[in-house]
């Protein structure tokens, strides 16, 4: 038996690829062929668009996928929600779908934009929060490049951003959020009630957030004397409380703990100052709690 997952084609597939790889599976692409090697024998991979995922995860036709919310919302799919897996693109963060004008327009709140031209691929969401809020405006499904229409091809546009500079760079100025995003494993409610396939997907989840909570973090190991323990304790702001283990020297104790990758430059100086000595830093792939 084996576990078909969807593994997100596009913008996403750079980030999910290496999330794979931290969690400890090893994923080939060929320029060639939508099936990935992955070195798990129990697992077969299929590159699939982010925005058709959750309907071939409804239909069975994958078992478990990988994509982000706001499609499996789009395509109102009936699958089972797994874990959020808080990454996308450029960043370990959510995105968010936006609507649009320009710079320059005189709109200020959706309701403006009655009767007006909104551009998007997000058609569906789109619609019913204009429904939300009263509007009738006329959707155009955009294939891409959407945020260069306004204002001669569109009025407005609905629009994912992660950092906002392509908003910016384009003259675009935020009326409003319409949803927040991020990438779900999720399964399909068949594939999720065999108890093999459940058991593997969990495995998976496990594996994938692990990655996620190591990700900007490092570990840090350092001897001290005993006498120092309590100077040392005081600059560590450990996750818990850090590890300390006995010596063969009774003077001495090692400590271990885990820290943030970007408080490391401003520790280890610290940790110098309290008296502790072999301070070793290291990579983390995963955080199982």
């Known amino acids: 038996m084996k ?76 699958i089972v929600e797994v874990a959020d897996l ?13 609507l649009a004008v320009p710079e320059t327009s005189s709109y200020q709140n959706v309701k403006e934009l009655d009767g007006c031209v909104i551009a998007t691929e997000l058609v569906g969401v789109t619609r019913k929060y204009l ?51 991020n990438t779900q494993l999720f399964a399909n409610r068949k594939s999720w009630k065999d108890r093999w396939k459940r058991t593997k997907i969990k495995n998976l989840e496990m594996l994938l957030l692990g990655a996620i909570e190591a990700q900007g973090k490092v570990g840090l190991m350092m001897n001290v004397r005993r006498v120092d323990l309590k100077k040392v304790l005081a600059v560590l702001p450990a996750m818990k409380r850090p590890t300390i283990s006995n010596l063969s020297d009774r003077k001495w104790v090692a400590v271990s703990t885990i820290i943030k990758e970007s408080t490391v430059r401003e520790i280890i100086p610290r940790l110098k100052t309290a008296r502790a000595e072999d301070i070793v830093e290291y990579p983390l792939n995963k955080i199982v709690a």
């Open 3 to 78: 576990l078909r997952v969807g593994i997100p084609k596009g913008s996403l597939q750079s980030a999910t690829l290496q999330l794979f790889a931290r969690a400890g599976f090893n994923i080939t692409v060929s320029p060639r062929s939508y099936f990935p090697q992955i070195d798990d024998p129990e697992i077969e991979c299929m590159l699939i668009r982010a925005q058709e995922m959750a309907r071939y995860v409804e239909d069975g036709v994958l078992d478990a996928g990988l994509t982000g919310r706001d499609w499996i919302l789009e395509n109102e799919a009936k």
């Open 86 to 98: 808080i990454y996308a693109k450029q960043s370990f963060g959510k995105v968010r779908w936006v």
């Open 131 to 181: 429904a939300k809020h009263g509007v009738s405006a006329k959707i155009e499904f955009s294939w891409g490049a959407t945020e260069v229409k306004p204002p001669i091809l569109a009025d407005a546009i609905v629009e994912v951003t992660e950092t906002g500079s392509s908003l910016r760079a384009n003259g675009l100025r935020v009326l409003d959020t319409l949803i927040e995003s």
